[in-house]
DNA sequence: GTCTATATCCAGATAGAC
DNA sequence: GTCTATCTGGATATAGAC
């Protein structure tokens, strides 16, 4: 434990982050050195100790700051009182929107899991789920008022977050569709594939 | 380069393999060391060596083969000439319950591609494609005979692989769904998000 | 706040005995 | 076919100068 993180910190601090964020997205967490992230950031490696505790806090606080990014940005555009219908397509669009631009976090997120303390892991997963509820609740909502036909909310919200999800792997800026054409076709599988007319 | 592969192979290759998949799976490829495959098949890290020439090939035949393996019983059980609904629900079945029984193959598949020397990843990306490409292709047929209504086949493909791919990631026997159960409930997902009756 | 230097440990891979 | 021993390099983290 070497001090507390930021209590110093100017911009030196922001940089770690975001050249951890590159790096691990990259080559995976396991793979990366402290010396690499140093060499990203133009400082040596005994420095960034002066903004994290260690590299384990450094992955735990990308992630938190990732989900609870993720939880915000959709508290601030859910539309409240909705149908089902209207709420599910308004929810996938934010997802692939939102996720789309964050193909780096996203990744950790989702694969580095395994790189975590069992406390830390705790912690993430209790977000991740907390996000995946909000899902969950629009399906189950629409399934008892009879708008969707599902076969399981749970499975579907898995099913349906994995989907839209997956846009990370393969979607770049300048490829034939837009953005907001893709956003707009994922909206109309996910509103299918819960039997509700896209 | 140590020596050629399988020219004394008798148990213990396989069992390498086998403590390697594992490994991998549960830490990342990065974050196993040869050590640590050797102490789960019960050798000295020495004698690894004498199965693979060295640890990146360890990881890239892993690979190839759950892909060839991939292939080969979809192949096997592909329903040939068949409308397109039946195909599709056919490979939704396929796919979730060949994926369901080997979480740890498809976790380092997908997951440790970045660690791959950039020959080996052409290699693996070319067969990723061409199973992806089997999907694509009934996809499309749909799509011209009216069966389905798709945004983009290729997105529609890549989106419907993600979805059902995911179910690695929760799925575990002895649960309240059975692998038949599990596998249905995405199959008519599949079905509807193209706009086909489930 | 960043540096250099270093303590301590473990990595991948090879050599050669048995 | 497996062992022990070892080469060489790089890892995380800390100490203390400036």
Redesign the pocket.
């Known amino acids: 434990?070497?001090r507390k993180v930021g209590?110093?910190?100017?911009?030196?601090g922001p940089r770690v982050r975001a050249a951890a964020l590159r790096l691990f997205a990259r080559e995976g967490y396991a793979a990366?050195?402290?010396?690499?992230?140093?060499a990203e950031v133009?400082?040596?490696?005994?420095?960034?100790?002066?903004?994290?505790?260690?590299?384990?806090t450094?992955l735990f606080d990308l992630m938190r700051e990732h989900l609870e990014e993720v939880r915000a940005a959709w508290a601030a555009v859910r539309p409240d009182p909705a149908p089902p219908a209207e709420r599910l397509a308004a929810f996938a669009r934010f997802h692939v929107n939102h996720h789309i631009d964050r193909p780096e976090a996203v990744f950790i997120a989702y694969m580095e899991l395994r790189a975590l303390t069992p406390e830390n892991f705790a912690r993430i997963e209790a977000l991740r789920r907390a996000y995946e509820g909000e899902l969950e609740a629009i399906l189950r909502e629409g399934a008892c008022s009879g708008a969707f036909r599902l076969p399981d909310a749970r499975l579907a919200a898995r099913a349906l977050i994995a989907m839209l999800t997956g846009v990370t792997t393969w979607y770049r800026a300048g490829g034939p569709m837009s953005r907001a054409e893709v956003a707009e076709a994922y909206a109309a599988l996910a509103l299918r594939a819960v039997g509700a007319p896209a």
């Open positions: 434990m070497a209590s110093h910190a100017g911009t030196t990366v050195s402290m010396r690499a992230i140093a133009g400082v040596q490696a005994g420095a960034l100790y002066l903004y994290t505790p260690d590299k384990q450094l």
